[in-house]
């Protein structure tokens, strides 16, 4: 079984920085691209970044040159870091991966439960 662990969200004023992690665990998996979405209230979720295995990324334009995606292979990790946050950052993030037994080759998907950003303004 894999599961997904969340955090660091919480209340960041406008201009701040925030770091989401999101930690994937289970036993004899391959980790493929990661990625972080969000989800504002009334709206559809929308992509935020992804990154993949050889770490080549994909920003939204509403992240690009204030967000930056990373991972950790090692730890199965991968990072948002939100600087200079606006009040529209405000939403659940949910962090979204890729991944397959180590003995399989097909990827599943795996979405975990959604970290809380608020931005005031």
């Known amino acids: 079984q894999v599961q997904l662990v969340e955090s660091g969200g919480g209340l960041v004023q406008t201009g701040g920085s925030l770091r989401l992690s999101c930690a994937a665990s289970?036993?004899?998996?391959?980790?493929?691209?990661m990625g972080w979405y969000r989800q504002a209230p009334g709206q559809q979720r929308e992509l935020v970044a992804t990154?993949?295995?050889?770490?080549?990324?994909s920003y939204a334009d509403s992240a690009k040159g204030r967000f930056t995606i990373s991972r950790d292979n090692a730890k199965s990790t991968v990072y948002l870091q939100m600087n200079s946050v606006k009040p529209e950052d405000t939403a659940v993030y949910f962090c979204?991966?890729?991944?397959?037994?180590?003995?399989?080759?097909?990827?599943?998907?795996?979405w975990g439960q959604g970290t809380l950003v608020t931005v005031s303004s």
């Open positions: 979204n991966v890729e991944w397959r037994y180590s003995f399989g080759n097909t990827y599943r998907e795996l």
């Open positions: 289970g036993r004899a998996i391959s980790i493929g691209t």
């Open positions: 990154i993949n295995k050889r770490g080549s990324i």
